[in-house]
């Protein structure tokens, strides 16, 4: 096999000896040929180099593979202390970013003892006078009736009045006006009120009337009255009656009746008599506003007003 001058340069370069074989060792050199190669003996260290060819440059050239190099393993990444986490901010810097700076935060102040209901108990509302009274369920926050409320319902009529009437819980118009009994059915309680000669307006208190409910505040839409609420509610009828001391207490309505007596009787079976309540003769009978969707019932409305007349002539 004869390699030409490009060929021989090329292998020359990469580092490679040229091995001829003995069938060509009579073959005459041209001046294009190369010299001949070194021995035979040779020839296995040559094979061994070329043993692993690489995409030869010409056909009739095998270049030997080129040694990897070592890789260097990787060095390990260097372990990063955690950072504390950050302390938590008071919420009045939290609130003080958020909100403009025109509204200063400021601590909410401890409200006055007689403005929140819850915060008194029984004993401290039964030591109220008449003032501190009507301030503690103006400011009432005992139940959830206040989130709803207008006004609050204290009362109206003679504060020593020989009569009392006890109604169940307002209604709308007396939720915006802060007085009991207004609207129809507070026009058909005073003309029987004004059949007796009696009235909610100024007079004597023999003739007076003073108007409360078992609740003070209106149940949203009207609904029936909670247990949980009559119960908040209770101290503040009870200190009304301590201070009128009234002869006689007319209960009119279901709640009304159960929460000053106790009893879940229906009012057709507890009228008719006498009952009392911490002593104070109470006589039971029906809601005006019961009585203008059943007109029959009147008549045993009289009956109930005729038996709490006798009940306060007969007193001493």
Not at 273 to 292: E, K, N, S, W
Request: charged share 20%; proline share 11%; glycine share 6%.
């Amino acid at each position: 096999m004869s390699w030409t001058d490009r060929q021989r340069a090329m292998l020359e370069a990469m580092g490679l000896k040229v091995w001829v074989s003995p069938t060509a060792a009579d073959t005459p050199m041209t001046a294009s040929t190369p010299e001949r190669a070194a021995p035979t003996t040779a020839a296995p260290a040559v094979s061994a180099r070329v043993a692993a060819p690489t995409p030869a440059i010409d056909s009739d050239v095998a270049v030997a593979a080129e040694p990897r190099r070592p890789v260097a393993p990787p060095t390990p990444a260097r372990a990063v202390p955690a950072e504390p986490a950050p302390a938590p901010r008071p919420m009045a810097d939290v609130l003080a970013k958020a909100l403009p700076s025109a509204m200063p935060i400021q601590a909410p102040t401890a409200a006055p003892a007689h403005a929140v209901g819850a915060g008194l108990s029984r004993d401290a509302i039964a030591a109220l006078d008449w003032t501190g009274l009507r301030d503690t369920v103006a400011g009432c926050r005992a139940c959830g009736l206040c989130e709803s409320r207008q006004h609050t319902v204290f009362g109206v009529g003679n504060e020593r009045a020989h009569w009392m009437i006890v109604g169940e819980a307002p209604g709308e118009q007396e939720d915006a006006q802060g007085e009991p009994f207004v609207g129809a059915a507070g026009k058909l309680l005073d003309n029987m009120l004004r059949s007796l000669g009696l009235s909610r307006e100024d007079g004597p208190p023999e003739r007076q009337v003073y108007i409360a409910n078992t609740l003070k505040c209106r149940p949203p839409r009207n609904r029936n009255p909670e247990p949980g609420e009559l119960a908040q509610c209770e101290p503040y009828l009870q200190r009304q009656i301590e201070l009128i001391q009234p002869r006689v207490i007319l209960a009119m309505g279901r709640f009304a009746v159960q929460q000053l007596l106790q009893s879940q009787e229906a009012i057709g079976r507890l009228r008719g008599r006498v009952h009392r309540y911490q002593g104070v003769p109470l006589i039971v009978t029906y809601h005006p506003a019961y009585l203008l969707r059943n007109l029959p019932e009147k008549a045993k409305s009289w009956e109930d007003l005729c038996l709490a007349w006798q009940t306060v002539e007969a007193a001493p």
